[in-house]
């Protein structure tokens, strides 16, 4: 992914902080080919700098409500 804003190869050297801002910009800016396994998602999503709306539709996903 090339991303002109920030400096790839000195936020990568803390894996946390990379895989959090990846998995932003991959939501924020399009998935193209690539995917999120839905575990990872799981656990950084209560972090994560995402626009309200998609955030709101993916919580929508990961957790639906189940009718009585």
């Known amino acids: 992914m090339?991303?002109?804003?920030?400096?790839?190869?000195?936020?990568?050297?803390d894996k946390t902080a990379y895989s959090k801002?990846?998995?932003?910009q991959l939501i924020n800016f399009g998935l193209g080919k690539s995917?999120?396994?839905k575990q990872q998602l799981l656990q950084a999503f209560p972090s994560l700098d995402i626009d309200p709306?998609?955030?709101k539709y993916l919580?929508?996903?990961?957790w639906p409500k189940k009718p009585f």
């Open 2 to 13: 090339y991303n002109w804003s920030t400096d790839t190869k000195e936020i990568s050297k």
């Open 21 to 24: 801002w990846k998995m932003e």
């Open 35 to 37: 995917k999120i396994e």
């Open 53 to 55: 709306a998609k955030k």
């Open 59 to 62: 919580s929508f996903l990961l």
